[in-house]
């Protein structure tokens, strides 16, 4: 069975017994995705689609022999278990991870047997890699949790400098997969045949001269894992907490570790599933976990600077209003490092120091003697204590800063690791980078019937509503992802333009939709690109050249490459966003846009014969009110769910009758005289502007045309449309030529490779009073 659809995925893999959740990196960030009842985690639909892969909780009597060896002795493993339970080994859905010898072998609980969460296996190591199989019965973790998680679908891991996928989950081609069978039809695996799997590995490995790994003391003698066991594990992994100093070994084994907090030892008995990040810390030169849940960085106790009991403090603390303005906490800031100011997270405005100190009471992080008089030495008496306080835009400094301001759609607030350069995004450890975008807030519909906004649509843009409807989607459920063409929406003014986009501006959030004129485009600052939706609406007549410069100009705002753009905004430093905006163009006249004919990066839908008559008088108003009703919920929540496998970001626009319109539209009349006129030159390979004035077949209106100075800018546009371009001389400074005494262009055609425009544009130059034939052609009279 070939699914597409993640929904349709996690659809078909419930019905047939499991459980899905979404997945990253064989993690799950779903909140509470371990609870005991599936149910708690709600619709499968509403499941975040930035996490493109699936996982399964192994519980509800699936089990999984999880083979993780990557050396071709899993083929004995592999005999050994098909002398053990033969059907598992034959018949068993198999997925493969990273490599060709690593499989995961899916089956289930016989009924009545014993459960079980994971049989401890060792590890072994063979040339600095290690190998090793796990044992997943479907039983509960000491939490009463589901105690595993493993990914069954979609991208099994990502490189961690470009993010770019580096490994698909793949499921054995001669094997039925999940999604064609049902749980209760996997073959069985009892626990004491999986106790014998485990032995049987064992002495395969001993045999080999595979090395053991030692595991380290710890405080639970239940609770022995090994140093390699702590790269990335779950809920209740680590038994209930580990020592610093095996913290810090398995640290130093891994160079950084992401886990969940249950490791921690004041965390673990309540069974915390806070996803945390184990690095070095150069400041405090320790070990240091920040814990994602909290936003809180967490250092040992030993150290000379104890930050979690004032972080935990302040936590709780309730500024009084009256010494705070708007009831502000030090926790709604972090410090921007660049321009030493303060980000308030609830909407990135940037503070001042002065402010920050202001509205802030100082910080207490610690105690001191106070200074004692000689008198008092003297007499021996014991120092008074008093505190030591820092003003609050120093403890955001230290211990709440970001090196970095962006506008990323479908990351976090707090992007970690990873800074945002010209050419993406790249992996810096330890770097942490604030994001303003904000995503929207949908509101689910109390009827999700959209008909009359679909008629609308139809009615307006009949034989383009597919692809519209499926742009819209696309901005809605993919935000992050940039689509290399822009929607047109022509025709008459007052049939609805601005009616069809409102629900769209609804679904990303009005603060993602950016209105914009066309002259505010071509201006300098370009705050407005830091939108889902970019709207350019009422494009009117700017003008020919005008024409030509807008449209050069938003051809890099509607395609990536570039990945990134650089911000520039008024009395702010500039700084780069990601390029994922979506242009539209709404205009009512054609002749308002210059389209070339090879253009593929503009869908064109217009309305042809439609005008404001054949509305009724309260057409529009009842479409407001149903809006306002419900409507807008109703349309968000279509498109958020519309299946739009189909629809390929990059692929260029169907070209529709109205594209083509435009494009015949964009043909001044002098480009037809100027075609003429090359044409009875015989289309030469390089040619002047002289050139085309002395042919046959110059029309008086060229000629005109051309000898007037005010459209001396225009005439490289016309060169252009007919197939030549101005080649520049590399021997002047002014890139000229020098022909019979003057400086002029020499135009070149364009379909010439770079060495045969340079050899004709020379030969130009060379014979100044003759023209270089395109060979085989001849003037026509």
Same mark, same amino acid.
């Given at each position: 069975m070939a699914i597409n659809d993640l929904i349709e995925l996690r659809t078909q893999l419930f019905a047939n017994g499991y459980q899905p959740i979404p997945n990253f990196d064989k993690q799950t960030f779903l909140k509470g995705w371990n609870d005991p009842d599936y149910s708690k985690?709600?619709?499968?639909?509403?499941? @975040?689609? +930035?996490?493109? $892969?699936?996982?399964?909780? *192994?519980?509800?009597?699936? =089990?999984?022999? %999880?083979? !993780?060896?990557?050396?071709?002795?899993?083929?004995?493993?592999?005999?050994?278990?098909?002398?053990?339970?033969?059907?598992?080994?034959?018949?068993? @859905?198999? +997925?493969?991870? $990273?490599?060709?010898?690593? *499989?995961?072998?899916?089956? =289930?609980?016989? %009924?009545? !047997?014993?459960?079980?969460?994971?049989?401890?296996?060792?590890?072994?190591?063979?040339?600095?890699?290690?190998?090793?199989?796990?044992?997943?019965?479907?039983?509960?973790?000491?939490?009463?949790?589901?105690?595993?998680?493993?990914?069954?679908?979609?991208?099994?891991?990502?490189?961690?400098?470009?993010?770019?996928?580096?490994?698909?989950?793949?499921?054995?081609?001669?094997?039925?997969?999940?999604?064609?069978?049902?749980?209760?039809?996997?073959?069985?695996?009892?626990?004491?045949?999986?106790l014998e799997i485990a032995a049987r590995f064992e002495a395969i490995a001993t045999n080999a001269g595979w090395e053991r790994v030692v595991r380290p003391a710890h405080d639970s003698a239940a609770a022995v894992y090994d140093i390699t066991d702590l790269s990335r594990f779950d809920t209740d992994r680590a038994g209930?907490?580990?020592?610093?100093?095996?913290?810090?070994?398995?640290?130093?084994?891994?160079?950084?570790?992401?886990?969940?907090?249950?490791?921690?030892?004041?965390?673990?008995?309540?069974?915390?599933?806070?996803?945390?990040?184990?690095?070095?810390?150069?400041?405090?030169?320790?070990?240091?976990?920040?814990?994602?849940?909290?936003?809180?960085?967490?250092?040992?106790?030993?150290?000379?600077?104890?930050?979690?009991?004032?972080?935990?403090?302040?936590?709780?603390?309730?500024?009084?209003?009256?010494?705070?303005?708007?009831?502000?906490?030090?926790?709604?800031?972090y410090a921007f490092l660049p321009t030493h100011q303060y980000i308030y997270k609830y909407n990135g405005s940037l503070w001042p120091v002065a402010t920050i100190n202001s509205v802030l009471n100082k910080i207490t992080i610690g105690q001191k003697p106070k200074k004692q008089t000689k008198k008092q030495i003297e007499a021996g008496e014991t120092p008074e204590m008093v505190d030591v306080q820092i003003p609050a835009h120093l403890w955001l400094d230290r211990g709440r800063a970001v090196v970095q301001m962006t506008w990323a759609p479908g990351e976090p607030q707090i992007i970690q690791d990873r800074l945002l350069i010209e050419g993406g995004w790249t992996y810096q450890r330890g770097a942490r980078g604030f994001n303003t975008y904000t995503p929207p807030t949908i509101v689910k519909a109390a009827d999700p019937d959209i008909g009359r906004w679909r008629r609308h649509l139809e009615r307006v843009y009949p034989d383009e509503a597919g692809e519209i409807e499926a742009w819209m989607a696309h901005r809605v459920q993919r935000p992050q992802e940039k689509i290399n063409h822009s929607l047109v929406l022509g025709g008459r003014q007052g049939i609805g333009k601005d009616t069809l986009l409102e629900p769209l501006r609804y679904a990303v959030g009005g603060w993602n939709f950016n209105e914009v004129s066309p002259l505010q485009l071509l201006g300098r600052f370009n705050g407005f690109l830091k939108a889902v939706v970019l709207r350019v609406s009422e494009a009117r007549d700017l003008g020919e050249s005008d024409r030509y410069k807008f449209y050069n100009h938003t051809k890099t705002l509607m395609a990536a490459p570039p990945e990134t753009m650089l911000i520039d905004e008024k009395n702010r430093q500039e700084y780069r966003i990601q390029n994922v905006c979506g242009v539209i163009i709404t205009l009512n006249e054609k002749p308002s846009l210059y389209l070339p004919a090879d253009d593929r990066r503009h869908f064109v839908a217009w309305s042809e014969q439609l005008t404001k008559n054949d509305f009724d008088a309260d057409y529009f108003q009842e479409i407001y009110g149903w809006y306002q009703g419900g409507g807008l919920a109703a349309v968000a929540q279509y498109l958020a769910e519309l299946n739009i496998a189909a629809f390929d970001a990059k692929r260029p626009p169907r070209l529709t009758p109205g594209f083509h319109d435009i494009v015949?539209?964009?043909?001044?009349?002098?480009?037809?005289?100027?075609?003429?006129?090359?044409?009875?030159?015989?289309?030469?390979?390089?040619?002047?502007?002289?050139?085309?004035?002395?042919?046959?077949?110059?029309?008086?209106?060229?000629?005109?045309?051309?000898?007037?100075?005010?459209?001396?800018?225009?005439?490289?546009?016309?060169?252009?449309?007919?197939?030549?371009?101005?080649?520049?001389?590399?021997?002047?400074?002014?890139?000229?030529?020098?022909?019979?005494?003057?400086?002029?262009?020499?135009?070149?055609r364009s379909d010439l490779s770079t060495r045969e425009r340079a050899d004709y544009a020379q030969r130009r130059a060379n014979r100044s009073t003759n023209i270089v034939a395109w060979p085989g052609s001849t003037p026509q009279n």
């Open positions: 985690l709600g619709d499968i639909a509403k499941f @975040p689609r +930035r996490f493109k $892969a699936t996982g399964l909780r *192994v519980t509800n009597n699936l =089990r999984v022999i %999880d083979l !993780d060896i990557d050396h071709p002795l899993i083929d004995q493993v592999f005999s050994a278990i098909e002398e053990i339970v033969p059907d598992v080994c034959n018949r068993a @859905p198999a +997925r493969y991870g $990273a490599s060709q010898y690593k *499989v995961a072998l899916f089956c =289930r609980a016989p %009924d009545g !047997d014993e459960a079980f969460s994971m049989l401890p296996v060792h590890k072994y190591l063979v040339d600095g890699k290690a190998h090793s199989i796990e044992l997943f019965g479907g039983g509960m973790a000491r939490s009463g949790n589901v105690y595993k998680q493993m990914g069954a679908y979609g991208p099994h891991s990502h490189d961690p400098v470009t993010k770019k996928v580096a490994f698909q989950y793949a499921w054995d081609p001669e094997r039925p997969s999940l999604l064609d069978t049902p749980l209760a039809e996997l073959p069985e695996l009892s626990k004491a045949q999986a209930g907490g580990l020592t610093y100093h095996e913290l810090c070994d398995a640290l130093a084994y891994h160079g950084e570790l992401r886990c969940s907090a249950s490791f921690m030892p004041d965390r673990g008995d309540s069974g915390d599933t806070s996803r945390c990040w184990v690095f070095h810390s150069p400041r405090h030169d320790c070990a240091a976990v920040f814990v994602y849940g909290d936003e809180q960085t967490h250092y040992p106790v030993s150290e000379k600077i104890d930050l979690q009991p004032i972080i935990d403090a302040l936590a709780e603390e309730v500024p009084p209003p009256e010494t705070l303005p708007g009831n502000v906490k030090l926790m709604d800031f015949n539209m964009s043909r001044v009349a002098e480009d037809a005289d100027m075609a003429d006129a090359l044409d009875g030159l015989g289309r030469p390979g390089a040619v002047t502007l002289e050139d085309v004035m002395q042919s046959k077949k110059c029309s008086n209106e060229l000629l005109q045309y051309l000898n007037d100075r005010n459209n001396r800018r225009r005439i490289g546009f016309r060169f252009e449309e007919c197939g030549y371009s101005a080649m520049r001389n590399r021997d002047a400074k002014d890139g000229l030529w020098v022909l019979e005494g003057r400086r002029q262009v020499i135009y070149v």
